[in-house]
């Protein structure tokens, strides 16, 4: 009898899992599905002129703005965030006081809603230091909210380096920043790149923090003060205007494929760490 | 015979748990020494505060002295880096780094400041040469050092300690993850080593010592109790610990 009932359970569950299963797979499909049979008919050439009409609403000037908006966020990123990480793993001795707000701050950091980091950005780098709605003001906004993720990848791919290398280097007579930038950080590239990708992703599909703080204008951009729009947020602005649906539509055809080719070179990356562990 | 090392009245702490007690010990240049003794009782501590490897360790303190050739490693004009150059040492488990062959025998020397190409190509084939792997690697030198077997990179790893030119060099373990006929190899290379360098070697099998070390000291929970000529350790122990550890009534 109880056999009985236990195989009964033992089928339920697995219908239960199986369905979860597929259903996150469906939804996705239909997701990606439906942005395509809705933007791919608007995928003309007039759409990647370089100049933005409102008759012709070109999103080639957004493309450009959101890969000068990620590189400008990551040359500010990078640098502090990898460091700190070096810091955290190399330099601090464990139980120090201020490891452990530091290690808190980031963690508050990565928490918080991208809107709270746009309302910042406005507050403090557009109206502060009246730098306006720039792409300069955007980028440094968008650091600060990626500093978290990128620090936090570097901690572990850092820390994930085994302590023998780090032995032999000094057991040569190598100093501690000789070990660090020829044997530690090369060995923990790969972990670190991946989460800089990660990142990039997080850039390239953020609206409401960049909103606030580059504004929407849909020009290339001429200088770090001008005003410009990445993808998302042209996106946004179509969708809100009403007026050029379609096009909205084609926008999210190509951010989505942006998205899932960056997620694939993460994926490629993380696979090649994994590589180097079983090297150990 | 002159000494490498002359340790006086060490202590050394970890936090506070005392690692070693009253060491006296003084090692002799040319000579092959091995710290024998069961696990935990400090033989490895001491390889390491012999070139200061210790002060990576957090809560490590260290009272006594320790010279090499008659000059206080712990002293003030000690420059740390320069004292790993002239005490080389080699680990338990090869250490290799993911680069290599050649830019993992060309570390240590790139860290003292040699950039010459011809200086360094010449470095590099003394260094594997002494180390009795240059055959096996000539041909693969620009390949990766973690292709080759563990033996193999645990000579390598031996090759990359001889390549800053050291005046000792200290071995822990060398050869415990290693199967017998590697274990060989390494010994016979240690024996031709001896006559250029002086050897400190910790290990766990007695028979090693008995076969290639000149002296032996046994530790204990922390001291020394015995230090002499190898064969005599072994074959008239003086003290009844060593005689039970030797003879396998412990450890």
Same mark, same amino acid.
């Given at each position: 009898?109880?056999?009985?009932?236990?195989?009964?359970?033992?089928?339920?569950?697995?219908?239960?899992?199986?369905?979860?299963?597929?259903?996150?797979?469906?939804?996705?499909?239909?997701?990606?599905?439906?942005?395509?049979?809705?933007?791919?008919?608007?995928?003309?050439?007039?759409?990647?002129?370089? =100049?933005?009409?409102?008759?012709?609403?070109?999103?080639?000037?957004?493309?450009?703005?959101?890969?000068?908006?990620?590189?400008?966020? +990551?040359?500010?990123?990078?640098?502090?965030?990898?460091?700190?990480?070096?810091? +955290?793993?190399?330099?601090?001795?464990?139980?120090?006081?201020?490891?452990?707000?530091?290690?808190?701050?980031?963690?508050?950091?990565?928490?918080?809603?991208?809107?709270v980091y746009g309302l910042f950005g406005m507050l403090f780098f557009v109206t502060f230091l009246n730098w306006?709605?720039?792409?300069?003001s955007?980028?440094?906004t968008?650091?600060?909210?990626?500093?978290?993720?990128?620090?936090?990848?570097?901690?572990?791919?850092?820390?994930?380096?085994?302590?023998?290398?780090?032995?032999?280097?000094?057991?040569?007579?190598?100093? =501690?920043?000789?070990?660090?930038?020829?044997?530690?950080?090369?060995?923990?590239?790969?972990?670190?790149?991946?989460?800089?990708?990660?990142?990039?992703?997080?850039?390239?599909?953020?609206?409401?923090a960049?909103?606030y703080t580059?504004?929407?204008?849909?020009?290339?951009?001429?200088?770090?003060?001008?005003?410009?729009?990445?993808?998302?947020?042209?996106?946004?602005?179509?969708?809100?205007?009403?007026?050029?649906?379609?096009?909205?539509?084609?926008?999210?055809?190509?951010?989505?494929?942006?998205?899932?080719?960056?997620?694939?070179?993460?994926?490629?990356?993380?696979?090649?760490?994994?590589?180097?562990?079983?090297?150990? | 015979?002159?000494?490498?090392?002359?340790?006086?009245?060490?202590?050394?702490?970890?936090?506070?748990?005392?690692?070693?007690?009253?060491?006296?010990?003084?090692?002799?240049?040319?000579?092959?020494?091995?710290?024998?003794?069961?696990?935990?009782?400090?033989?490895?501590?001491?390889?390491?505060?012999?070139?200061?490897?210790?002060?990576?360790?957090?809560?490590? $303190?260290?009272?006594?002295?320790?010279?090499?050739?008659?000059?206080?490693?712990?002293?003030?004009?000690?420059? *740390?880096?320069?004292?790993?150059?002239? *005490?080389?040492?080699?680990?338990?488990?090869?250490?290799?780094?993911?680069?290599?062959?050649?830019?993992?025998?060309?570390?240590?020397?790139?860290?003292?400041?040699?950039?010459?190409?011809?200086?360094?190509?010449?470095?590099?084939?003394?260094?594997?040469?002494?180390?009795?792997?240059?055959?096996?690697?000539?041909?693969?030198?620009?390949?990766?050092?973690?292709?080759?077997?563990?033996?193999?990179?645990?000579?390598?790893?031996?090759?990359?300690?001889?390549?800053?030119?050291?005046? *000792?060099?200290?071995?822990?373990?060398?050869?415990?993850?290693?199967?017998?006929?590697?274990?060989?190899?390494?010994?016979?290379?240690?024996?031709?080593?001896?006559?250029?360098?002086?050897?400190?070697?910790?290990?766990?099998?007695?028979?090693?010592?008995? $076969?290639?070390?000149?002296?032996?000291?046994?530790?204990?929970?922390?001291? *020394?109790?015995?230090?002499?000529?190898?064969?005599?350790?072994?074959?008239?122990?003086?003290?009844?610990?060593?005689?039970?550890?030797?003879?396998?009534?412990?450890?």
């Amino acid at each position: 009898m109880t056999i009985k009932k236990n195989k009964i359970k033992e089928k339920i569950f697995a219908i239960l899992t199986w369905g979860a299963g597929i259903l996150s797979i469906v939804v996705l499909l239909y997701i990606i599905g439906f942005i395509l049979y809705k933007g791919v008919p608007y995928i003309k050439p007039s759409l990647f002129s370089l =100049k933005y009409t409102s008759e012709n609403v070109s999103l080639m000037p957004a493309l450009i703005s959101t890969i000068i908006m990620t590189l400008m966020s +990551l040359l500010i990123a990078i640098p502090f965030g990898v460091f700190s990480a070096v810091f +955290l793993t190399e330099y601090a001795k464990s139980g120090n006081r201020f490891v452990k707000i530091v290690r808190v701050t980031t963690e508050t950091l990565s928490g918080i809603p991208s809107i709270v980091y746009g309302l910042f950005g406005m507050l403090f780098f557009v109206t502060f230091l009246n730098w306006g709605f720039s792409i300069l003001s955007g980028a440094v906004t968008l650091a600060i909210m990626i500093l978290p993720l990128i620090m936090r990848s570097s901690e572990e791919a850092l820390s994930a380096v085994p302590d023998v290398f780090r032995e032999g280097s000094f057991g040569l007579g190598a100093g =501690k920043l000789r070990t660090v930038f020829k044997i530690v950080l090369p060995a923990a590239a790969p972990g670190i790149f991946a989460g800089i990708i990660l990142a990039v992703g997080r850039v390239v599909g953020e609206t409401a923090a960049l909103i606030y703080t580059s504004g929407t204008v849909a020009q290339i951009p001429d200088s770090p003060f001008a005003s410009a729009r990445t993808l998302a947020v042209h996106m946004y602005s179509l969708s809100g205007e009403g007026l050029h649906m379609g096009e909205g539509y084609a926008t999210a055809v190509v951010l989505l494929v942006l998205v899932i080719g960056i997620n694939a070179l993460s994926a490629f990356v993380a696979k090649r760490i994994g590589g180097y562990g079983k090297d150990k | 015979m002159a000494d490498c090392f002359n340790i006086k009245d060490l202590d050394l702490y970890y936090g506070d748990f005392k690692a070693l007690k009253k060491v006296n010990m003084d090692i002799e240049e040319n000579k092959i020494t091995a710290f024998i003794g069961p696990s935990g009782c400090g033989k490895s501590t001491l390889l390491r505060s012999l070139n200061r490897m210790n002060d990576l360790i957090e809560g490590c $303190r260290i009272e006594g002295s320790i010279k090499l050739f008659s000059e206080d490693i712990y002293g003030k004009d000690m420059d *740390v880096t320069l004292l790993r150059k002239r *005490v080389g040492m080699a680990f338990q488990k090869p250490n290799l780094f993911p680069m290599s062959v050649y830019d993992n025998v060309a570390y240590g020397p790139r860290t003292h400041g040699i950039k010459g190409r011809y200086e360094l190509d010449e470095i590099v084939e003394t260094s594997l040469r002494n180390a009795a792997i240059w055959d096996e690697v000539k041909d693969r030198l620009k390949k990766s050092a973690l292709g080759l077997s563990g033996g193999q990179q645990q000579r390598l790893c031996i090759a990359r300690a001889l390549a800053v030119n050291p005046e *000792v060099i200290l071995l822990d373990e060398p050869t415990s993850a290693l199967d017998p006929i590697s274990t060989g190899k390494i010994e016979e290379l240690l024996m031709t080593l001896v006559n250029k360098y002086s050897i400190i070697i910790v290990t766990h099998n007695m028979q090693q010592a008995t $076969r290639i070390s000149d002296n032996t000291a046994f530790f204990l929970q922390g001291e *020394v109790v015995e230090y002499s000529n190898t064969e005599k350790l072994f074959s008239m122990p003086e003290n009844k610990k060593t005689e039970d550890y030797i003879t396998g009534r412990f450890g």
